[in-house]
DNA sequence: AAATAATTTAATGTATACATTAAGGGGATT
DNA sequence: AATCCCCTTAATGTATACATTAAATTATTT
């Protein structure tokens, strides 16, 4: 659903249900046929049928035959899944960027995240710490320009989104996370490919490892 | 769309198009109103588009505004970012399964793809040749057992399938892909989860130059 | 001949009708 | 109390009607 399409039924639809599932307001587990789905938002079922089906493309719920569309939970395995991709894929692509020797202005929007971050941080404002951390991964890929590699990235980090959100503040000020930031930053800035890989690497594996012993530590089962 | 899903015109609409996609019975660029894709199928609009919006969602397809589905063509970029992700993702996948030091019985689906590859080259037979091949790769990745990988990776080798087609004549018989295959599998076998990666890393690096140089070299921009 | 305007055609997005069938509920039986 | 049977309800899958609008075609003007 590109920015420059027009507004659509289906495209208010699956904007509408992507946001609450990623705010929990639609939580993992809810359920509900399409026609109660279709009067919640106020649209025939034709639309909302199309939105699920593409959210279902993009991990958020499965259609349930019958049962209508149920909102999918992360659970730990989930989680584990999601940081094995990440730590193969990110690395790979942060280092190729590194590669390229890129310019300023190239970093430019990795390095407006990362002084978001430490702003954040700073503040103690953890949500908007999680926004900017979000924006250095992300702002990353793009710089790398894999189309693909964007696309399901981007589905990961939905899928993640509320275990990451729900976690946050029991994983302590992102101290670490934000140094460990800086230093591939650094790595990226002096071209250092192999570095870059190595750092941002030992990120995730550290992130993760955080992520999913306090999934575990508190028996949050699944979110 | 499951196996024990029971048959339905969307799930018959999504198997037929994907078939003739991948046999480019359906060309890359190929192009189609909904309702004349309905009428080919013998079937109304309505799943006909369910279809196509998973097929969209594969990146098979992408739907045009007023003008109906379009076939994507995979040019010489496509297969490079394929690969790219390709070469992230899958010696990282086939390592972890060598560190579980994984047994016969588990090894079976690739030890059994590994003897056909070996059959399809000694009888000259290049199709049956790149099947098994592609069942080499994804039978590793049933072992690993990351179900988001796999999904990605599986729509992957569906967008690659075409290009890889077209050019396996014109590539010269696999007998150093088949040669490098035999060394990934005698390195699971080992348990050697390096090794395993190195090997892997360096057969997907040299045998995707080998396929972008000749997409290249035919000045094949897309196919 | 080319450009522009007007008209026609047809695709899409959406709503809804309808047949099928699975789930849910209630009553009877064990 | 548990199970089974029957009936009712409602969800889904699919087809199609319909309004809107974009593309294509035709007519007119330059």
Redesign the pocket.
């Known amino acids: 659903m590109t920015e420059s399409a027009?507004q659509?039924?289906?495209s208010?639809a699956y904007a509408r249900l992507r946001e609450d599932i990623r705010s929990n307001r639609l939580p993992p587990g809810f359920q509900a046929?399409?026609?109660?789905i279709?009067m919640r938002l106020g649209?025939?079922?034709?639309?909302v049928?199309?939105a699920l089906i593409r959210l279902e493309a993009d991990g958020l719920v499965e259609?349930?035959?019958?049962?209508?569309?149920r909102v999918l939970p992360i659970r730990a395995d989930d989680m584990r899944e999601i940081y094995d991709i990440l730590t193969s894929l990110e690395p790979d692509a942060a280092a190729a960027v590194a590669a390229r020797n890129p310019t300023p202005e190239q970093l430019a929007p990795v390095e407006v995240a990362m002084a978001d971050m430490e702003h954040a941080l700073a503040a103690e404002d953890l949500d908007r710490w999680a926004d900017a951390d979000d924006r250095f991964h992300l702002s990353l890929l793009d710089l790398h320009g894999n189309r693909r590699l964007r696309g399901f990235i981007h589905a990961l980090y939905d899928q993640a989104h509320r275990a990451r959100i729900v976690t946050l503040r029991m994983r302590g000020t992102p101290v670490r996370s934000t140094e460990e930031h800086r230093q591939i930053l650094a790595h990226l800035r002096a071209g250092d490919a192999e570095a870059t890989r190595r750092v941002f690497r030992a990120h995730r594996r550290r992130a993760s490892a955080e992520l999913l012993n306090i999934l575990e530590k508190y028996k949050l089962g699944q979110l």
Not at 33 to 36: A, G, H, L, T
Not at 43 to 47: C, G, I, L, V
């Open positions: 027009r659509t039924r289906v208010d046929p399409e026609p109660e279709a649209m025939s079922r034709t639309p049928r199309e259609l349930v035959p019958r049962r209508g569309a």
